[in-house]
């Protein structure tokens, strides 16, 4: 019997910690919106009190079927009335704390699923 790695072809959470997390081995100290389809880009939010409808209304507009939410360093979960947008494309939706959240993306994005990870990357505390 052969024994060879999982490789995938798309991006791929390697690493995180308090304050970071690593796509393909690059280490970043701010939250992020990371697509199975190859789209890696900044999310413009640093804690999840910064976190509003338009946060989400921007997730709405990828062309994914399921968002895993990081809510950061602890579970928490965005006001329904933000999920508004991803409910009506019939987007599914899940919020776990960000740790939990990147090891889902590998997941699914390893199974080949259209997946979104919208991850909230804050300090650490003190």
């Known amino acids: 019997m052969k024994f060879q790695p999982d490789k995938s072809d798309t991006l791929t959470i390697t690493g995180y910690g308090p304050g970071w997390l690593a796509v393909d081995k690059q280490s970043y100290t701010h939250s992020l919106v990371v697509s199975s389809s190859g789209s890696l880009q900044a999310w413009d939010c640093t804690r999840f009190e910064d976190l509003g409808p338009a946060h989400f209304a921007q997730l709405a507009e990828a062309d994914v079927e399921t968002i895993i939410f990081g809510s950061g360093n602890r579970l ?33 994005a390893g199974e080949g699923r259209k997946v979104l990870l919208a991850a909230l990357v804050e300090a650490p505390a003190l």
């Open 76 to 108: 928490r979960f965005p006001s329904p009335a933000w999920l508004a947008p991803l409910i009506a494309k019939r987007i599914g939706f899940e919020t776990m704390d960000t740790p939990a959240a990147c090891r889902t993306y590998n997941v699914l």
